[in-house]
């Protein structure tokens, strides 16, 4: 079974930067979709962005389009979310999930929480000054 892990988490200022990684063993990432996710504190967990598993769409939540970035980097199996000029409002555990499969199209047109079968346990993020 496809067992994910994120690292990368931290606590950083407002306007600072981390960056996220979700890896696995014994898989080809690149064969399965994967998105972003984030629960805050006493909030449901909400999707960020997505990227299919052709590396070729991405699709980004207007929270943080523009300040995050979606990338796989396929010769380490792992894909990145770079996160920029982060709020406070972006403290929360970060998710990262894959489909079951490589499903083709856009990653926007299956970006729904209930679509990701495989999770990993989440990295914390505390965005403070």
């Known amino acids: 079974q496809l067992q994910l892990v994120e690292s990368g988490g931290g606590l950083v200022q407002p306007g600072g930067s981390l960056r996220l990684s979700c890896a696995t063993t014994?898989?080809?990432?690149?064969?399965?979709?994967i998105g972003w996710f984030r629960q805050a504190p006493g909030k449901e967990r909400e999707g960020i962005l997505c990227i299919d598993y052709r590396n070729q769409s991405t699709f980004y939540a207007d929270s943080v389009k523009g300040r995050f970035t979606v990338s796989r980097d396929n010769a380490k199996n792992q894909v990145f979310l770079q996160m920029n000029n982060l709020r406070s409002e972006g403290t929360a555990v970060y998710y990262c999930?894959?489909?079951?499969?490589?499903?083709?199209?856009?990653?926007?047109?299956?970006?729904?929480?209930?679509?990701?079968?495989?999770w990993g346990q989440g990295t914390q993020v505390t965005v403070a000054s």
């Open positions: 014994g898989y080809n990432l690149n064969y399965f979709p």
């Open positions: 999930a894959a489909l079951g499969s490589p499903v083709p199209g856009a990653c926007m047109e299956y970006f729904d929480i209930g679509r990701y079968h495989y």
